[in-house]
């Protein structure tokens, strides 16, 4: 049973822990510790985590043309875990996220995540829509605040969760080493339209990670062209708890010959900080900046910053008041300010 709860920690965590992750690291760090508190399950040397995040917003909106109130979501989601070992050492893992879209009518269905996976000493093979490799080991580290577009250069023109997706990660010191193709029959070249390689190194309180990504486009006139990203990630939490860390990637979007559009290169800066200045309250503050590489007026070049402050009253609820500056090269700049509630729970069933 300790190979399992190993294997299943890491299957959990997706990556190393990382405390201010809000996307999707600080549930699963919590699933993983109410692990003591799982009801026995009917299968033997199994577990099944039922999850949840519910996360609805009030903002206030200017985009300098007009002002707004809107209830939004900041990405609600329900989930299923379930892991069995099957040999000494192997599991069987298989994971289902679904989003829940609390700003409208309260929909539920898209996929977050739902892939399959065997997980044995030499390592992680899935299948399914997952997370890339450029996720979990680069933008994850920057992903810590409770807007939906977060982290907000990255957001803009680069992957979350990849559909069709097979994957292979290994953990061994202090690496953790993914790759990842997306292979689709109905498109790109021999059916390979994304591929993913990342390495990540954790030290204790430091983590550096390194991300590329090949990626197969088509533009408006069905002509082939291919994206090439290489990014990277260093987040530290000092004895104080202070938290920060930058992420930087380089993008050079290249089109075959006869497309209307040119080769260029862009890039995106994350920058993010966290300090808790008392047992229940945080305050983090971030910085962004995302170009296209476009030079003229229908560049979509931004940068801005936020400020959150966050209440945490116990370690599945969270309130948030956040302010939002958005400055564009070519339109009207955004500010936003948005009040936000987060409730997270759990149901954990083992043998």
Wanted: aromatic share 14%; proline share 2%.
């Amino acid at each position: 049973m300790k190979t399992l709860k190993t294997l299943i920690a890491v299957t959990i965590s997706l990556c190393s822990y990382n405390a201010y992750a809000d996307d999707n690291g600080d549930l699963e760090t919590r699933i993983a510790k109410l692990e003591n508190n799982a009801s026995p399950s009917q299968f033997k040397n199994s577990q099944v985590s039922l999850y949840g995040s519910i996360r609805p917003t009030l903002s206030y909106l200017d985009n300098g043309q007009e002002n707004s109130w809107d209830v939004r979501d900041a990405l609600s989601r329900v989930g299923i875990m379930a892991s069995t070992e099957f040999a000494d050492g192997w599991s069987a893992i298989a994971h289902g996220e679904w989003s829940v879209d609390i700003a409208n009518s309260g929909n539920f269905g898209k996929a977050r995540q739902a892939y399959a996976a065997i997980a044995s000493p030499y390592g992680q093979v899935g299948i399914g829509k997952q997370r890339p490799a450029q996720y979990t080991l680069v933008a994850e580290y920057v992903d810590i605040f409770n807007h939906g577009n977060s982290p907000y250069a990255y957001d803009y023109d680069n992957p979350f969760f990849v559909d069709n997706f097979v994957t292979y990660k290994l953990v061994t010191g202090g690496f953790t080493w993914m790759a990842g193709a997306q292979v689709d029959g109905d498109s790109g070249e021999s059916g390979t339209d994304i591929v993913n390689v990342g390495v990540g190194y954790d030290l204790q309180r430091l983590h550096i990670g390194l991300g590329y990504i090949s990626q197969n486009t088509l533009d408006s006139n069905d002509i082939e062209g291919d994206n090439q990203t290489l990014g990277g990630v260093v987040a530290y939490t000092f004895s104080n708890d202070l938290y920060l860390a930058a992420s930087y990637q380089e993008k050079q979007y290249n089109y075959d010959a006869g497309s209307m559009n040119k080769d260029r290169s862009g890039s995106t800066l994350d920058t993010a900080l966290a300090y808790p200045f008392s047992d229940d309250y945080t305050v983090k503050l971030g910085y962004f900046m995302f170009k296209d590489g476009i030079d003229d007026n229908t560049s979509a070049d931004y940068n801005g910053f936020n400020t959150t402050l966050e209440w945490n009253p116990v370690a599945n609820v969270r309130v948030h008041l956040e302010y939002l500056d958005k400055n564009f090269d070519n339109r009207e700049d955004d500010r936003a300010v948005t009040i936000g509630f987060k409730y997270d729970f759990n149901l954990t069933w083992r043998d």
